[in-house]
């Protein structure tokens, strides 16, 4: 096996994965939170979904400028690793590693068996996670026989569920009497409670809109990063905001407000009130497509980060070997699988993602401060994609992902020290990791 990922992968192929990953299931399941936290206000929850997509395009523009300058494998790890050294860029990879991807793989594959019962009624707990591991084995396969047929598949499952949102935006206004229960979008007074409520639908909000940095993992194998990436990477974050604007409308069309707030499967509830049940069957199809689709993304894109720290010497050495046939990292993707069907099978991804999924956004707002310290270290670079508004874009992005990360340690001081805890255990081991490598020689 060599050790080099091939560039095969266009603007449009960037998209693809920043689009796949992004919609999972937030949009097919979360809005009725996010409406509820608004107080019931229709208008400051859309107004929600649109701030929201507002900060995520701001760390998209701010990626982009990052992956035009650093063009090699790894996205944020490589980032971070570059802008402040290794042992931050090793506590977000062994983040990533232990809980964020593979935790997040493993919620997936446990949904996609919950979802089944969909469409195989009874089937049973072990069903369920036969089905788990079946989907997890599945995409590792996928993953390992091509960059490029494995990007087509994401694109493949991609359309099927904008698709399927597409019809929500057209069809539940048309068919929908929601918004005739409408009896005024915006509260009354604005006082402190409101402002909260938003703040924490907010949060949701960023929640549903999380996995477009992922795309970044992807950057060392883009024919032309410094207009490819950037490009692709912008489109498919904006496609995603329009999509869950217009959606949250398309939702507000077919239950109305007060049938919205209280439902946490807003999707199939929503069409099956216009459409009847029968239709409601196939957006629960295009639900689990999303789930599957989501896991895709992650398992794809986030096998190159451990590959770039293999290569680093500060993870397992195999991982950074690239398969000679398929020129995927087949190793790092065989790892992320096993370890994510462990935690599948455990149960133990709920209690992990619960207390550490958080700490991502301390790494993605250190993502956000690689660009002022590029700027300050090396102000002549070329760079050919240059952040609007710098120095406002990345600050205000940074900003978010601070009041996202303190907001939980308020709300929860607990989970916020198990949560911190967990990736601060990176610090000894980046350690342990260096000194077996310098002995090794």
Excluded at 18 to 35: A, D, Q, R, Y
Excluded at 86 to 94: E, S
Excluded at 275 to 288: D, E, R
Aim: proline residues 5%.
């Amino acid at each position: 096996m060599s050790d080099e990922l091939k560039r095969t992968l266009t603007a449009k192929d960037v998209a693809v994965v920043t689009v796949g990953t992004i919609i999972g299931s937030g949009i097919f399941l979360t809005p009725g939170n996010v409406l509820a936290a608004s107080g019931g206000a229709v208008g400051v929850a859309i107004g929600v979904w649109v701030v929201g997509g507002i900060l995520t395009m701001l760390g998209a523009l701010t990626y982009a400028e990052l992956g035009c300058m650093r063009t090699g494998a790894g996205g944020l790890y490589a980032y971070i690793r570059d802008a402040f050294g290794p042992l931050a860029a090793f506590a977000y990879g062994w983040t990533l590693f232990v809980v964020l991807a593979t935790g997040s793989v493993a919620a997936l594959a446990v949904a996609t068996g919950d979802n089944m019962v969909a469409l195989i009624p009874g089937l049973s707990p072990s069903g369920k996670k036969v089905v788990a591991l079946v989907m997890i084995a599945v995409l590792a396969a996928v993953n390992v026989i091509g960059t490029k047929r494995s990007t087509a598949v994401l694109g493949l499952a991609t359309i099927l569920k904008v698709s399927a949102l597409l019809f929500l935006i057209v069809a539940l206004p048309l068919a929908g009497t929601g918004w005739s229960t409408v009896t005024a979008a915006w509260p009354e007074s604005w006082s402190g409670p409101i402002f909260l409520g938003g703040l924490a639908a907010l949060i949701s909000t960023l929640w549903a809109y999380e996995g477009w940095q992922y795309a970044t993992f992807v950057g060392g194998e883009v024919k032309n990063p410094q207009r490819d990436f950037p490009l692709g990477l912008m489109v498919g974050t904006l496609l995603c905001i329009t999509i869950y604007v217009l959606a949250n409308v398309g939702y507000v069309a077919g239950l109305g407000p007060e049938r919205l707030a209280s439902s946490t499967t807003v999707a199939s509830d929503a069409v099956g009130a216009a459409f009847g049940p029968a239709t409601a069957k196939l957006i629960a199809a295009a639900v689990l497509v999303s789930i599957v689709s989501g896991a895709h993304g992650i398992m794809l894109t986030s096998s190159r980060v451990f590959h770039a720290m293999a290569r680093d010497r500060v993870f397992f050495q195999a991982l950074g070997a690239v398969h000679p046939r398929f020129g995927t990292p087949a190793n790092s993707i065989v790892a992320i699988a096993a370890w994510s069907a462990v935690l599948a099978l455990s149960g133990q991804f709920t209690v992990l993602l619960t207390y550490v999924v958080f700490v991502g956004w301390v790494f993605y707002g250190l993502g956000g401060l690689c660009v002022i310290a590029f700027r300050r270290r090396d102000p002549t670079a070329a760079r050919p994609f240059k952040v609007p508004l710098y120095p406002i874009t990345p600050i205000l992005f940074v900003a978010s992902a601070a009041v996202i990360v303190i907001n939980t340690v308020i709300q929860d001081p607990l989970k916020g020290v198990i949560g911190l805890g967990g990736a601060a255990l990176g610090v000894p081991i980046f350690f342990l990791w260096r000194r077996g490598a310098e002995a090794r020689g």
